[in-house]
Every structure is written in C-alpha cells, then in structure tokens.
C-alpha cells in the first residue's frame, strides 16, 4: 500500500450569502467560540472546506455543506452525520488513532496510563481501546494491527496515511478543534431550557412535559416488573419523534440540541434526558452540599437510625419503627455514621470514574462542560435553570404515575430519579 504524508492542511470556511472563504481556526479565534460550538450552531450555514498538501507535491480539496447528510455506518446507532459533525470528525478521530498509535497525549506528549479514559461525543467515556474500535468498527480499511504499524485510511480523504510522518503537520487543527487552543471560554449561565417532543407520525409538537404526562403505556407492560419504569416513554417504539432543547442563556443567546426520542445513553442504558439530570444532580450535591432538587443541606449523621429518623416523613418514620420487616430493623438498628457529604463525592466520582479529578478541578474554578449541551457552564448560576426543568418533567411524570394507579391499582413505588 502506498501511504502519504501529509504536510500541511488546513479547514476553510465559506459562510452562506459571503463570497470569500475564511480560514477555519481564525474564524473560531475571531468568534471566540469552540469549534463544537460552531459546528453544531443551527444559525451557520456554510461550505466547509479541506485543503491538503501531500509531501510528493499533490494537493487535495474536500468540501461538505455544513448542512449536508454524510451517511456512514459507524455502527446500528450512528449511520452517518451532517457535514459540519463530518468535518469535525475528521479532527477528533485522528487525535484518538495518533493517541493510541503513539500510547501518549496529542497535546502534552506525556505518556498515556493504561487505565486512561478518553471522552468522546455526547458524554460517553470509554477506555483507548474501545474509542479505537467505535472508531473503525465496520471499518473495510482500517484494522488495529495497521494502525499499529503505523498506517491510517481517512474516510473522509479517501487515502491512506503515513501516522508517524503526518501528525506534527496535524497538530495546529487538532489543537484547535479538540483542545479549542487560543479560545477564551467564558462559562456561560442557563436562564432556561425549555424542552419539546415532536411526534414524527402526526407532525404536532409539545412540551415534553406535556407528552410524558398524556402517556400511556402499552396494554402488556406489567407496572410491577417494569425495569425500564421512568424510560417507558422513551423506548416505546410505537411513538417516534424528536426531543429538542431550546436553551436560553444570559445575554439572550439560544442553542438548540435534538436527538432521537429513543436514542438510549448506552453507558447507563437510560434516556438521555435522565442522563442529564443525573450528571446534575450529582454536580449539586457535590458542588453545593445540598439534596437535589430540595436545596435542603446534606448533613453527617451519627448513625443510620439518626439519618432516617431525619430524613423521613412524620408517616414514613411511623410506618418503619412499627414494621418487622428485617430490612426494616435492619435499618433502625445501624449505628454506623452515614455522611451524605462524603456519600454524593462517591457518587460524583462513581459517574465520572477516571475522568473524576478532571470534573472536580473545573468545579473547583465554578465551571462544568456539560456532554449534553457541548458548552462550559457556570455551575452556580445555572442550577436554578435546571431544577426548573427537573421539577417540570418529574410533576409530568407524577401525574401519569397518579393516573395508572387509579387505572391498574398498581403501588407506586417509583422515583423519577
């Protein structure tokens, strides 16, 4: 096989109704916003184009529509993307294939553990070797054993590459697209998210909160053996649409984000939009020391019988110190210190896993980079924005709960979380 080199490229943008293209990486200096960002904004419009030159002199040029559909079978869930995510991927899969070819960090050169997670669109956090594989699998190219030698086919280019030879002249866009190097990220502050549901049968469109409330589950969906009980609506295949969030941020600007109503958060096999609550939840009580959404402070306790004897309702603590259930007893007979605090840190580092010191060191500067909505957030003056959301979508979800009891008699026993 004949593998080129690349020695240099660069990303060109044409926005639509403008006659001159303009390099990429000064058009993100120029707006001060992420390559992420921009790709994925709903208002630009534009031909993105590639411009190669190989090191024997020939020159390539590859354009997309940022608006175009690119279909390309990743695997069942990704079966092709618009030309701005196209381009962007073009970017992020040659950091990982140079990262795990060279075994050390694109930006810092520092040898890479082998434990270490990288982080890839959408929140998924994934070890090397398993970003190599979503990377080629499907691939009729690309193989493990050839990119370990040190030769790499771009799905977009059409032409076999030369890793060791053409990373360095990689390293200005890779810097900016993946690292948004020269960017100066202000966190931003949600004012709202507002959510709707577009069925694709009828066309009509409500608020999300609204269509999870009208819900009603299948005839043979049995309530008390329902392990999916909050995800209902989402993985009933008989209802197809789009969710999408219109999220309004202080100084008026809005982004929207749209997936699939059955897309599924595979690391935690749950909805995405609980995925995003969870992430929130667990940034709250870690960063404020406070129950999500209640706002009431967490506490350390002397022991479990302290703890429930706080935390229940007058009713719910009747109901247990009267009960002879052994977990019951269980429960009122645990001496043991319970610390919420130190429990939502747990927690917090359990979601995250390895990337956990990461989030807690931006939290410690008052940001987060939501995976949801790609862009940094100012935690602090944010939460109210979400907990309203959290608090509409989970009244809808109680309402519905409300009506299958009365419905089928079945004890709800659920919790939106």
Request: with cysteine; proline share 3%.
């Amino acid at each position: 096989m004949e593998a080129r080199v690349i020695e240099s490229i660069e990303l060109w943008f044409q926005e639509a109704g403008s006659e001159e293209a303009v390099n990429f990486i000064d058009f993100m200096l120029f707006m001060n916003e992420s390559a992420c960002s921009l790709l994925h904004r709903d208002t630009l419009h534009g031909i993105f184009t590639y411009q190669v030159r190989y090191q024997d002199g020939t020159t390539q040029s590859v354009s997309y529509d940022k608006d175009e559909w690119v279909a390309y079978e990743r695997n069942e869930w990704q079966t092709g993307m618009n030309g701005g995510e196209w381009v962007w991927w073009l970017v992020e899969r040659w950091r990982f294939v140079v990262e795990w070819w060279s075994g050390r960090d694109f930006r810092t050169g520092d040898e890479i553990e082998e434990n270490f997670y990288g982080i890839i669109p959408y929140g998924e956090v994934q070890p090397l070797d398993v970003l190599l594989y979503s990377i080629i699998e499907n691939d009729a190219h690309n193989t493990e054993a050839l990119i370990e030698a040190g030769y790499y086919h771009d799905p977009l280019l059409h032409e076999w590459m030369a890793i060791p030879d053409s990373t360095e002249s990689l390293r200005p866009l890779v810097l900016a697209v993946c690292y948004n190097e020269g960017i100066i990220e202000t966190p931003r502050t949600i004012e709202r998210i507002e959510v709707t549901f577009t069925n694709l049968t009828t066309g009509a469109v409500q608020s999300l909160a609204s269509a999870l409330e009208a819900y009603q589950k299948p005839a043979n969906l049995d309530l008390d053996d329902m392990e999916y009980r909050d995800d209902m609506f989402y993985r009933d295949e008989s209802i197809q649409g789009t969710i999408r969030y219109e999220v309004t941020y202080k100084g008026g600007r809005v982004q929207y984000v749209e997936h699939d109503k059955s897309e599924i958060f595979m690391d935690w096999d749950m909805a995405m939009i609980n995925w995003f609550f969870e992430h929130w939840k667990k940034l709250y009580e870690v960063y404020a020391e406070k129950s999500f959404p209640s706002g009431q402070p967490l506490q350390r306790f002397e022991s479990g019988y302290d703890y429930w004897k706080a935390r229940l309702s007058p009713e719910a603590w009747d109901e247990l110190i009267q009960s002879t259930d052994p977990f019951d007893q269980r429960l009122l007979t645990d001496r043991e210190p319970h610390d919420e605090i130190r429990d939502a840190k747990e927690q917090f580092e359990m979601m995250f896993d390895q990337a956990a010191e990461l989030y807690l060191e931006d939290l410690r500067h008052g940001f987060y980079v939501d995976q949801l909505l790609e862009q940094r957030i100012d935690v602090e003056s944010s939460f109210d924005a979400v907990i309203a959301l959290y608090k509409e979508i989970s009244e809808a979800q109680q309402k519905r709960r409300t009506r299958e009891q009365l419905l089928y008699g079945e004890k709800d026993e659920g919790d939106f979380n």
